[in-house]
């Protein structure tokens, strides 16, 4: 079964540091992973989609990264904001016996202080 | 038009009331999905519908019925619920250029479900 796990759950730094969030997952055939940021209360925005033959893919100051064979990704944030507090999900999209499945980790909060 | 929309922002009622949840995009989009999200927890599968077709059903009660009338459009509807089931219900959508979930999904602001 698989299962998406990551790490820190929640993560405070100064407004300026780059930081890393991580996320793992227990079965290496997936077909992409996605990052999402979700605000308090709110909906989820889609920020990265990296498919299984990609490494990397950036957006301004985010990056993320994907090692299916170890069965992780990191996503980077460079030179971090306060207006980056938010709750960071990682979810799979892969097939098992019963179908295709989309799974998602536990979210890491992060608060990025002024 | 970009978004995903959803209506209504919050909704109170109770075990024996009737109501829908609606969602709507016009990107074009042919797959839509339905999730719930408990507080503190991530969200969790419920529905998938492509060409407007039910495709997965993630083995969610009867009480809940989900309807898409056309490609745009997608409703939740919602009867003799339990306070458990209290929870934000998130729309997304996708195109459809690979099988299903394996698409970038497009996610609405939710609706913020209370059962009493």
């Known amino acids: 079964k698989q299962e998406v796990t990551q790490i820190p759950a929640a993560l405070s730094v100064p407004e300026g540091e780059n930081l890393v969030l991580n996320c793992s997952f227990t079965?290496?055939?997936?077909?992409?992973l996605q990052w999402f940021r979700q605000d308090p209360g709110k909906g989820l925005t889609s920020l990265l989609l990296i498919q299984s033959s990609q490494r990397e893919q950036t957006s301004g100051r985010l990056n993320a990264s994907l090692d299916k064979s170890s069965g992780r990704s990191t996503l980077y944030i460079a030179a971090s904001q306060p207006g980056d507090s938010a709750t960071y999900l990682c979810a799979v999209a892969f097939r098992d016996n019963y179908g295709q499945n989309f799974v998602f980790g536990p979210g890491t909060r992060l608060s990025v202080l002024p | 038009d970009t978004e995903v929309t959803q209506t209504p922002k919050h909704l109170v009622m109770g075990m024996t009331n009737k109501k829908s949840l609606k969602c709507e995009q016009h990107m074009g989009h042919r797959a839509m999905y339905w999730y719930k999200q408990k507080a503190k927890k991530p969200p969790e599968l419920m529905f998938v519908y492509s060409y407007e077709k039910l495709s997965i059903n993630e083995s969610v009660p009867s009480r809940f019925s989900p309807e898409c009338p056309n490609s745009s459009l997608l409703n939740l509807h919602l009867h003799a619920l339990q306070p458990e089931d209290s929870a934000l219900y998130l729309c997304a959508s996708s195109q459809l250029e690979l099988a299903t979930l394996y698409n970038e999904q497009f996610f609405g602001p939710g609706t913020r479900l209370t059962v009493l």
């Open positions: 079965d290496s055939a997936i077909y992409n």
